[in-house]
């Protein structure tokens, strides 16, 4: 079975920059898209952006605005979710998770994202 591992989330302040990332494991085929999701507290998990191992990125532009960048590494196995000029609007817990249909399946158990003002 796949297993997703989050990792690289942390505290900055706004304005601020993290680099987010997804290690894909186990499984007989690489899964075809990662998605990148995350949950506010209190709130319902959200979609932020999914990429394939081609690098085709697909973003939710009214939370991302030109400030996220999704990346994959095929041979690494790995997607990345580059998040520059944070804001407070972002904190949340991150998640990557397998992609089909443009539904999110397995998922990692989350990296913590923290914007402070």
């Known amino acids: 079975q796949v297993q997703l591992e989050e990792s690289g989330g942390g505290s900055v302040q706004v304005g601020g920059s993290l680099r987010l990332s997804c290690a894909v494991s186990g499984g007989t085929d690489l899964p075809t898209v990662i998605g990148w999701y995350r949950q506010a507290p209190g709130k319902a998990r959200e979609f932020v952006a999914q990429?394939?191992?081609?690098?085709?990125?697909?973003y939710d532009w009214l939370k991302t605005k030109g400030r996220f960048t999704i990346s994959s590494v095929r041979d690494e196995r790995r997607v990345y979710l580059q998040m520059d000029r944070l804001s407070p609007e972002d904190t949340a817990t991150y998640f990557c998770?397998?992609?089909?249909?443009?539904?999110?399946?397995?998922w990692g158990r989350g990296t913590q994202v923290s914007v402070s003002s």
């Open positions: 998770a397998v992609v089909v249909n443009n539904r999110p399946l397995f």
């Open positions: 990429v394939d191992w081609d690098g085709s990125g697909v």
